[in-house]
């Protein structure tokens, strides 16, 4: 037997994910960017009407309202997306809704003086407002962290092994969102889940005029025969006699959003009316925004990793930030509901289809805005059952928490020292929010429950986000146990290059500001 030699057991370390048909500043041609960018906006949907969905109903709201949230959400959510793309990270990413700012949104919501109104169009009016004010101050957090390069400079403590498992936990931390949902209505979920992965990995090398039709194209196609599929099911009397459980999560006449949408509605600022402030309830939204402020560093990461693009350097992180906040702003401004961050979704997408291209996210963005102006267009393609979604996410969220992991390629994993950052904090940040959820869901309300509801919101926010309970252990780990003389061990040497705007050629090619705006607005 021949010997082996040491470079056919090993892979060096590669910065740029390489394999993809097109990076961050390569676009595909006009017909197949089109394509991939409604893939975008499809796959936007389901959290742009899922959020809504378990919202407005407990504020006081009709089906109606319920539609023009959704529209107002994917309007802003287009507009965010090419602020994004254009002036902040201007990586490839989707800025959407976002989960964790649901906890202090339902203090809001149940909060004494709100759940008095007796009126529940009057009671929706005000608890959106009161959303409203509090989004609204909280956002200058972002943009202070972000444009004071204050989080710039926090993100010189980040290195792989510190960084790993929180992109990681990015992934793996919404298992809830993936099979739990699929289970609920297994005979279209499970269809979709196999459907998908066949498509996307076992027949991504079937091309037609040299395209590789379904690695690209197979969210569109799986999603267009599961839906007709469901469509069967449900006009064929399948779920006529199932619990409304099943019904919600089967049928595809549900969400009733196709009646209730209007034809054409343009959402614009303060149309709930004056957004009014309480500093308690601003108070509380602040632990969303940190928590959305941490989630999206992890995406950008990833995002840069999916979109063959070199790590972003301290300074565009601290842009994207700062534009994150204004995009937070703009949430409070057209009453969107929810605060906005990355989605993860999306982020994974990039992965799937091998498409990195910011050309393709920017136009998923103009569809975001043009359909949310169209309503009853928009609200037929809202009208997908989020089961469907489900099975999607199980892919896509596994893809991300494999990004993360394969930052590890720049550390020593024969060190005992990482192997206890890196399994600790992806423990403790599965195991922490796993804890908070399961003790909210007995008691109905969070483990902190303190008079001061701020101070709750908090708690109860902060630790029931994965990343977040994770960049607090693997930073604080990595930074403080045995850090003499082990940079090399960490990974330091791979990413000190990508630390300032100057440190490598490449960052001029992937961030630099359009239109020339770099003269203007120099890299710090």
């Not at 409604?38 to 959290?47: E, K, M, N, P, V």
């Not at 599929?229 to 449900?234: F, P, R």
Request: aromatic letters at 12%; a positive charge; one cysteine or more.
């Amino acid at each position: 037997m021949s010997e082996v030699k040491p470079e056919e057991i090993s892979h060096p370390a590669m910065e740029q994910l390489q394999g993809f048909e097109y990076c961050i500043d390569s676009n595909p041609p006009w017909g197949e960017a089109i394509i991939l960018g409604f893939q975008h906006y499809i796959l936007a949907l389901g959290t742009a009407v899922m959020i809504p969905t378990v919202l407005v109903p407990m504020m006081g709201g009709s089906d109606g309202d319920r539609v023009r949230v959704v529209q107002t959400l994917l309007f802003v959510t287009g507009i965010n997306t090419l602020l994004q793309s254009l002036f902040g990270t201007r990586l490839p990413t989707v800025i959407g809704g976002s989960y964790a700012f649901v906890i202090p949104i339902m203090a809001i919501v149940q909060d004494s003086s709100l759940a008095a109104i007796t009126d529940n169009h009057e009671r929706f009016l005000q608890s959106m407002r009161a959303i409203q004010g509090a989004l609204i101050v909280s956002s200058s957090i972002q943009i202070i962290l972000g444009y004071s390069q204050l989080w710039g400079i926090f993100s010189r403590f980040f290195s792989p092994v510190g960084m790993a498992p929180v992109v990681a936990l990015l992934g793996f931390g919404l298992f809830e969102r993936g099979f739990p949902v699929v289970g609920r209505c297994v005979e279209v979920g499970l269809p979709m889940l196999i459907l998908f992965v066949v498509l996307s990995q076992y027949l991504k090398n079937v091309q037609i005029r040299n395209i590789p039709v379904l690695e690209r194209f197979s969210l569109f196609i799986c999603i267009a025969l599961v839906w007709a599929y469901a469509q069967i099911l449900t006009s064929g009397g399948a779920y006529k006699h199932s619990n409304a459980i099943t019904q919600i999560n089967c049928r595809t006449d549900r969400a009733n959003l196709i009646s209730s949408a209007p034809w054409i509605k343009i959402p614009y600022p303060l149309q709930w009316g004056a957004p009014t402030f309480s500093a308690g309830q601003s108070f509380g939204m602040v632990s969303a925004v940190l928590v959305s402020l941490i989630e999206s560093t992890a995406s950008y990461n990833a995002a840069a990793r999916l979109a063959s693009a070199t790590p972003p350097p301290a300074h565009i992180l601290s842009r994207g930030i700062g534009w994150q906040g204004i995009g937070i702003l703009l949430s409070g401004l057209f009453g969107t509901g929810i605060g906005s961050t990355v989605s993860v979704e999306n982020v994974g997408l990039l992965g799937s289809t091998r498409i990195g291209s910011r050309r393709v996210i920017q136009i998923s963005a103009g569809f975001m805005i043009f359909f949310s102006m169209l309503g009853k267009f928009g609200a037929l393609f809202a009208s997908i059952p989020f089961t469907i979604f489900a099975a999607v996410y199980c892919v896509l969220f596994g893809l991300v928490a494999a990004v993360g992991l394969s930052f590890l390629q720049f550390t020593n994993m024969n060190s005992m020292r990482n192997l206890f950052i890196v399994g600790v904090s992806i423990f403790l940040g599965l195991s922490v929010p796993e804890y908070f959820f399961r003790y909210s869901m007995a008691a109905q309300r969070g483990p902190a429950h303190t008079k001061a509801g701020w101070f709750n919101d908090y708690i109860n926010t902060i630790f029931s986000s994965p990343p977040t309970v994770g960049l607090m252990v693997a930073v604080f780990l990595d930074n403080t146990l045995e850090v003499k003389d082990a940079a090399r061990d960490r990974g330091m040497p791979a990413w000190v290059p990508f630390r300032s705007f100057k440190g490598d050629s490449r960052n001029a090619e992937f961030y630099s500001l359009p239109f020339n705006l770099n003269r203007f607005f120099p890299p710090s």
